[in-house]
């Protein structure tokens, strides 16, 4: 049994659903032992600028620019006990501010991290393929320019979707071919964490070269570079286009020319060009959306996990720092708050948000919906919208110390943990720096791991009805009623909600039922009734739990759905 961790719930102990026996995709049908992690895999390789910015940062000579292999480790199934040839794949994006780990000023920030490694482990046990994908990092945080601050990090998320596309392309390839990690090519996942988690929502929703040039209403040359306000930050004829599907031959010439521009840098290493990029699922764990004009109707379901609090990445709209300086990376971003409102406004989300749900977790999550709650000097709205997980933890006395990613755990004595931060004098290790904010790490790091863990299990049991339902898999039919009231005005049922049975008669005088279907909240058919013709029949709850069931009918004149509740 699972604790959850949902908004200062964390005592709470419940299991999701009412079906006893596991259930793939949804529990964990596979133990430790019985799951494959194959590490280090290169999916790609891609012109970086990390090299160049660590060695400026550090005040040494700067090497340029180079191709450099980017790499992900594949947790799985083991195909030896799994019988499945069609699996989901999970893309999970980690954290780290595009920076690695100890300069980034954390000891987290890879794809090592406890949280990636437990959250895909997780994901492999319950049948998914789960790959966390590293990405291209390197920007300038501390330059005293904001085109500088703006320019490099905004160059930085669009190269890290470019990255995540490839890694989406290299297994619809290895689908093609080897079939080595035996995917299901039309469902696939974007699961981005803290800085993964802008990647993920541009690998989604960046998808024309208006939305990172010029606008519309506030801040509409945030992308632009002030002393060319025709010029986006990122050009795509320097980059390479939004799929990274183009070759660009590296050229450092301007760069050189212009005494260390990382602005001008030019190159783009095409890898899978001739397989497409698209998913259908994605899930921002603490990231944020770089503009509200990034979202349209029609638009891939997305789900969001956020602390309601969180500093560094905002859950409504609100500006992103540099953590360490304060200074003003991009203004009017959106979070996961804002972010479902919308999607569920133009019924993007509608694969899953129509789905009536039986586990006890969406009513608790969705009761912290709509909350003004204090934050700082003022106050902030918990957000509402189906997909929407926000957590509410205890407001810290300093602004910048709230909690922002309680999912996130490591050791005290681990390697990035010990060393200090780059520039702090007295030097404070990202141990110190880290358990300012993370509450759960200050008290050691037994409580911090199991608390942690809690935050865990909980996204888990919240995504995973969704993403069965996203992804259109049968499992959605074991987490609720979908497709509910179908036709539903072709009959009339009386009296409903019933305690005995409930009266069915189809409306049209000239159509007559011909069969019908009750099914309970997990899927199952507890009645039937086949081969009548009859404008009325009467359906009995013959002991049946009292609750919400689905009635499925076939008239003479076509079929639908409706709902039945027995009290």
């Known amino acids: 049994m699972k604790k959850l961790s949902i908004c200062l719930l964390a005592a709470a102990s419940l299991l999701v659903g009412s079906k006893a026996s596991a259930q793939r995709y949804l529990t964990e049908v596979f133990t ?145 071919t080897t079939n080595n990690y035996k995917i299901d090519p039309n469902r696939v996942a974007l699961l981005g964490e803290g800085t993964g988690g802008y990647v993920a929502m541009a690998h989604a929703f960046l998808d024309k070269p208006w939305k990172i040039s010029r606008l519309p209403g506030l801040g509409d040359d945030k992308f632009l570079r002030t002393q060319n306000p025709d010029s986006s930050v990122v050009d795509t004829n320097r980059v390479g286009n939004f799929d990274g599907t183009n070759n660009i031959p590296l050229n450092l010439m301007d760069f050189a020319l212009s005494g260390g521009d990382l602005l001008k840098v030019t190159g783009n290493v095409a890898n899978n060009p001739g397989y497409p990029s698209d998913v259908q699922l994605v899930m921002n764990m603490g990231g944020a959306l770089g503009d509200t004009s990034w979202l349209d109707q029609g638009q891939i379901p997305m789900i969001g996990i956020h602390a309601v609090r969180d500093p560094n990445a905002p859950h409504q709209i609100g500006d992103v720092i540099v953590p360490t300086t304060g200074d003003l990376v991009i203004p009017f971003a959106s979070g996961a708050g804002f972010n479902l409102a919308r999607a569920n406004q133009y019924g993007n989300n509608a694969s899953f948000a129509n789905v009536q749900y039986n586990d006890p977790i969406t009513a608790i999550v969705e009761s912290r919906y709509n909350q003004n709650i204090p934050f700082g000097p003022a106050s902030i709205n918990t957000g509402s919208g189906k997909g929407l997980l926000p957590f509410i933890l205890p407001e810290a006395p300093v602004f910048q110390n709230n909690h922002g990613s309680p999912w996130q755990f490591w050791s005290s004595t681990q390697t990035t943990a010990i060393l200090p931060i780059p520039g702090t004098n007295p030097p404070i290790t990202t141990h110190q720096a880290g358990i300012q904010s993370n509450i759960f790490m200050a008290q050691g790091d037994a409580v911090g791991r199991q608390r942690a863990l809690q935050y865990v299990d909980t996204v888990q049991q919240y995504v995973n009805p969704r993403i069965v339902c996203a992804l259109d898999l049968p499992e959605c039919d074991v987490v609720g009623i979908r497709n509910v009231e179908q036709n539903a005005s072709a009959i009339e049922a009386y009296p409903n909600p019933a305690r005995n049975e409930v009266n069915i008669r189809v409306k049209n005088p000239g159509a007559s039922i011909t069969a019908w279907t009750l099914i309970d909240p997990t899927g199952r058919v507890v009645a039937t009734q086949q081969n009548i013709k009859e404008q009325q029949v009467l359906v009995s709850r013959k002991g049946l739990a009292a609750g919400l069931y689905l009635l499925k009918f076939e008239t003479t004149s076509g079929s639908g759905s409706t709902r039945v509740v027995f009290e």
């Open 32 to 176: 430790d032992a019985q799951i494959t992690i194959t590490n280090d895999v290169q999916y790609a390789q891609n012109i970086s600028v990390l090299a160049t910015i660590l060695a400026a940062l550090q005040q040494q000579t700067p090497p340029p620019p180079d191709t450099i292999a980017l790499r992900m480790d594949v947790y799985q199934p083991s195909q030896s006990v799994d019988t499945e040839d069609e699996r989901p794949l999970i893309i999970y994006l980690p954290t780290g501010n595009f920076l690695p780990p100890v300069v980034n000023g954390a000891p987290t920030g890879s794809r090592k991290d406890s949280s990636c490694i437990n959250i895909a482990k997780q994901f492999a046990k319950r049948g998914y393929v789960c790959a966390v994908v590293e990405y291209r990092q390197g920007w300038n945080p501390v330059s005293t320019s904001q085109v500088v601050r703006t320019g490099t990090i905004l160059n930085a998320a669009y190269r890290g979707q470019q990255d995540s596309k490839a890694a989406v392309r290299f297994f619809r390839a290895d689908r093609a």
